[in-house]
């Protein structure tokens, strides 16, 4: 079994940075592409950023040239740094991946970390 595990998360004025971590463990053979969603209250929830296991990356536009997705394939890790943060940006955080373990396949989602920005 793979678990996720997200930190970084806080309270941020606007205007302000944060940098979230999400960190795989378990049996892992490889990953694949991982991947940032994110959910505000009341909203359903919505891709944000994506990379690929050899770094080509995506990005929604409401964060293109604000985000920026990088992984740190050695420690199985998937950052998010967020700049320019907006109140809009106010959500729970989740990454998510997939991939090969030893004894088969597997996707994963993280229990989410909190983003609130906010004056």
């Known amino acids: 079994q793979v678990q996720l595990v997200e930190s970084g998360g806080g309270l941020v004025q606007p205007g302000g940075s944060l940098r979230l971590s999400c960190a795989a463990s378990?049996?892992?053979?490889?990953?694949?592409?991982m991947g940032w969603y994110r959910q505000a209250p009341g909203k359903k929830r919505e891709w944000v950023a994506g990379i690929t296991s050899g770094g080509s990356t995506n990005y929604a536009d409401s964060v293109k040239g604000r985000f920026a997705i990088s992984r740190d394939n050695a420690k199985n890790t998937l950052f998010l740094q967020m700049n320019s943060l907006k109140p809009e940006d106010t959500a729970v955080y989740y990454c998510?991946?997939?991939?090969?373990?030893?004894?088969?396949?597997?996707?994963?989602w993280g229990q989410g970390t909190q983003v609130t920005v906010s004056s």
């Open positions: 998510t991946t997939g991939g090969l373990t030893t004894v088969g396949f597997f996707g994963s």
């Open positions: 378990g049996s892992i053979r490889s990953i694949n592409a």
